[in-house]
């Protein structure tokens, strides 16, 4: 995903409300809204993924967990024609959200706010995402992110299956 591709992405709060800032700088205003108002947050992103006849939907959402006070997530939405395995879609899935956290590291660096990577992929070889689970591993940690998988995945899994 090119920079203008991250811009063009369409964020959403979980009302419906519209984000009409660039992303960057609406999270930039969040943290120094939640900091100024005495929360201790942490971002976790992820992304999921429903098939839906030839169309892959997307969901990616950064989440905003404010520390033992519940939290909040922003959202973009996007769907694919492209016809791809399980392993592609999550590798795809995990693509989206390491973009994202990339373009977002820097800010959440100078607010000194921790930033983890969630993918929904199984743990449990015996499910079919597992397939992705190495690579997606390999990838987010090369990074130099923190990894969470399925169970403690809840941005990927939870939130964004939510949306998706």
């Known amino acids: ?10 964020w959403r709060r979980f009302d419906g409300r519209r984000i009409e800032l660039p992303i960057s700088d609406a ?4 943290l120094l809204r939640e900091k100024a108002a005495g929360h201790r947050l942490k ?15 997307f969901a990616t959402v950064i989440v905003f967990v404010r520390e ?13 024609h492209q016809k791809m395995s399980i392993r592609e879609r999550m590798i ?8 994202i956290s990339y373009a977002l590291c820097n800010l959440l660096d100078e607010h000194n706010v921790e930033l983890e990577v969630h993918a929904d992929i199984n743990t449990d070889p015996s499910f079919e995402s597992n397939t992705a689970l190495k690579e997606a591993m390999g990838y987010i940690l090369g990074m130099g992110f923190v990894f969470k998988a399925k169970p403690d995945a809840f941005a990927s899994s939870a939130c ?3 949306v998706c």
């Not at 795809?92 to 973009?99: D, I, P, Y």
Request: glycine share 8%; net charge positive; hydrophobic share 35%.
């Open 1 to 10: 995903m090119t920079q203008d591709a991250l811009t063009d992405m369409k």
């Open 68 to 80: 033992k006070k519940g939290g909040f997530m922003f959202i973009a939405n996007y769907k694919s």
């Open 160 to 162: 964004a299956d939510k």
């Open 27 to 30: 999270v930039r205003e969040t």
């Open 43 to 57: 971002v976790c992103i992820g992304t999921d993924s429903q098939v839906r006849g030839k169309v892959s939907e």
């Open 92 to 99: 795809l899935e995990v693509a989206r959200s390491v973009e």
